[in-house]
């Protein structure tokens, strides 16, 4: 089975807006009303993998009997004329899953690295156990980069889920 997360609208490559840095906003005190406050800062992440920029595959694994260690799969890929930033800081983490034991939650350059991570891919194995029989969904997030070839770098954010059934 496979799941991949983070999927929104696909837009084709043509479809998409160039990027234009926001106007300041201008903000009006009216009389007698509150006192006009600053925006907060901006809590967003970086926008997830585009179609054109690569491919994000989770690989879930197989239904196994409760208790039973499982092993699922996470692969990045570029497409064409993309590459994967080794030098950045990657990071793969999964939130705890109440019934799921994880043998790892945290994988990163600093510290648990990735089974495989150069320019043509991404790589990452997750070992999950069930603890009783049903289905699970373990979510969480991968923070990466990809770049145009001798260009650009593009920080990503992607939301994870791994399905784990026990049978």
Same mark, same amino acid.
């Given at each position: 089975?496979?799941?991949?997360?983070?999927?929104?609208?696909?837009?084709?490559?043509?479809?998409?807006?160039?990027?234009?840095?926001?106007?300041?906003?201008?903000?009006?005190?009216?009389?007698? &009303?509150?006192?006009? @406050?600053?925006?907060?800062? /901006?809590?967003?992440?970086? +926008?997830?993998? *585009?179609?054109? #920029?690569?491919? =994000?595959?989770?690989?879930?694994?197989?239904?196994?009997?409760?208790?039973?260690?499982?092993?699922?799969?996470?692969?990045?890929?570029?497409?064409?004329?993309?590459?994967?930033?080794?030098?950045?800081?990657?990071?793969?983490?999964?939130?705890?899953?109440? &019934?799921?034991?994880? @043998?790892?939650?945290?994988? /990163?350059?600093?510290?648990? +690295?990735?089974? *495989?991570?150069? #320019?043509?891919? =991404?790589?990452?194995?997750?070992?999950?156990?069930?603890?009783?029989?049903?289905?699970?969904?373990?979510?969480?997030?991968?923070?990466?980069?990809?770049?145009?070839?001798?260009?650009?770098?593009?920080?990503?954010?992607?939301?994870?889920?791994?399905?784990?059934?026990?049978?």
């Amino acid at each position: 089975m496979i799941g991949l997360a983070g999927c929104g609208r696909t837009a084709p490559p043509g479809d998409l807006p160039a990027v234009v840095p926001a106007e300041p906003v201008e903000r009006v005190a009216v009389p007698g &009303g509150p006192p006009v @406050a600053e925006p907060a800062p /901006s809590t967003r992440v970086n +926008p997830p993998l *585009r179609p054109e #920029e690569g491919r =994000l595959d989770v690989l879930s694994p197989a239904e196994a009997p409760p208790g039973t260690p499982t092993t699922a799969y996470l692969r990045v890929t570029p497409s064409r004329g993309y590459e994967i930033n080794e030098r950045f800081h990657y990071q793969l983490t999964l939130d705890p899953t109440p &019934g799921v034991t994880l @043998a790892q939650s945290v994988w /990163s350059a600093g510290g648990h +690295p990735a089974d *495989r991570v150069d #320019e043509h891919e =991404l790589a990452i194995t997750m070992k999950l156990t069930a603890e009783q029989r049903g289905d699970y969904v373990v979510r969480g997030r991968l923070e990466f980069a990809v770049c145009k070839i001798n260009s650009q770098c593009l920080p990503k954010s992607m939301p994870v889920a791994v399905l784990v059934a026990a049978r």
